[in-house]
């Protein structure tokens, strides 16, 4: 799973985690993470381009669901 919010500077993708820590110290493990390339500048580009691409997917759903709401909302002045 993934979760997805509209920020001022435009979508965001998070991918799950799990917190951990020993005192004042917080470190997050990310449950999506390259196998081959972890923690290398590869492994952070193939995530990047994978929250790219559910991000690009997310806009042309939600243009996609406003064309089809802004023509439900059409229809029903015409016919209401």
Do not use: C, M
Not at 60 to 74: I, N
Request: proline fraction near 2%.
């Amino acid at each position: 799973g993934f979760s997805i919010r509209r920020g001022d500077h435009g979508t965001y993708v998070t991918l799950p985690a799990r917190a951990f820590g020993a005192g004042n110290d917080r470190r997050y493990f990310d449950y999506v993470r390259p196998q081959d390339a972890a923690g290398s500048e590869a492994g952070k580009s193939a995530l990047y381009r994978v929250k790219r691409w559910i991000a690009e997917e997310y806009g042309e759903w939600s243009r996609t669901q406003e064309r089809d709401g802004d023509a439900a909302k059409a229809a029903a002045r015409r016919d209401g």
